[in-house]
């Protein structure tokens, strides 16, 4: 039976502790957000709490009307009723906290297990223009954040991907994908997408083949080393390592065409100075159909 929170813009607390948190205003983006979080919730046994952020009106002119509000309490209603059909037995709570959204969802950040949001309509505008709040969420959070496209797969699907470069944020990565993995029978598709170290001598050389040859097993052996440590922790986690000679977005998007979710850490060894997620991440954000996590370090 879905326990329902008071709807009022309370402090958030440890309340939010260990919670898969959502958010949730009745568009199309946020109901595909919404269904991934319950089955989150319900795979991991995590309490489910559903944010509606509703945005205080401006300064009004004597005489004039207020703009209409929306019906906070019945979006809730209509969320918590959505996530009860999806986890009948679970416990989901839910929330109405005053805008701006990006901070509502960045000071849940504090606390929750996991933070999921939805992807905007148009995620190319959004990625060049920074407007949109999941992109804001997904950068400045400090806890993994789901974004979860309108085009997801309602499907459950049985691997994640995740991207991997040695860097400390892609071992953070491996973590969580390795642990996400062990708790249900998925397998880890661990992609390392390399480029020769020297573009303009690749571009006038062309390399044998015994010199491809090494170079794709030097590769595949640093992979090896990278994954070394979450391997050894999760003995029962399915592996396939992919390491290609491509560019990391287009090797990741490939391989997680049918994934449940693509993992990647918040910077990698090509991080955009002045900005918390890499260019890797941004990428995969713009492109991936499924639902992309990042993870901050």
């Known amino acids: 039976m879905a326990d329902r929170a008071e709807f009022a813009g309370i402090a958030l607390t440890s309340s939010l502790l260990d919670a898969v948190v959502v958010g949730f205003d009745g568009s199309t983006g946020s109901e595909q957000a919404l269904a991934w979080a319950a089955r989150e919730a319900r795979r991991r046994g995590r309490r489910l709490h559903v944010i509606h952020v509703w945005l205080p009106p401006p300064l009004v002119p004597a005489g004039l009307s207020f703009p209409h509000m929306p019906d906070s309490e019945a979006i809730l209603d209509d969320a918590v009723a959505r996530a009860g059909s999806i986890w009948p037995d679970g416990t989901v709570t839910a929330q109405a906290l005053p805008g701006p959204v990006d901070a509502a969802f960045i000071d849940a950040s504090l606390e929750a297990d996991t933070v999921v949001v939805g992807a905007p309509c148009h995620r190319r505008q959004a990625y060049r223009d920074f407007g949109s ?68 001598a690749f571009s006038t050389t062309v390399w044998s083949a015994t010199a491809r040859a090494e170079q794709q097993r030097v590769h595949a052996d640093r992979l090896s080393g990278w994954l070394a440590p979450a391997t050894a922790r999760y003995p029962g986690v399915r592996v396939r390592p992919v390491a290609v000679r491509r560019d990391p977005v287009a090797a990741i998007l490939h391989e997680g065409l049918n994934a449940r979710l693509i993992v990647v850490g918040s910077r990698g060894r090509d991080g955009v100075r002045g900005l918390l997620l890499g260019s890797v991440g941004m990428g995969l954000l713009r492109e991936a159909t499924c639902p992309v996590a990042v993870i901050r370090t």
Do not use: K, N
């Not at 995740?162 to 397998?187: I, K, L, P, Q, T």
């Open 133 to 200: 709040s999941a992109w804001q969420v997904a950068i400045h959070a400090l806890c993994p954040v789901v974004v979860v496209p309108e085009t997801t797969d309602p499907c459950d699907h049985r691997a994640v991907v995740v991207g991997v470069d040695g860097s400390a944020g892609s071992d953070r990565a491996v973590a969580y994908a390795f642990s996400s993995a062990s708790e249900s029978d998925m397998e880890v598709v661990a992609v390392y997408g390399w480029r020769p170290g020297d573009v303009s």
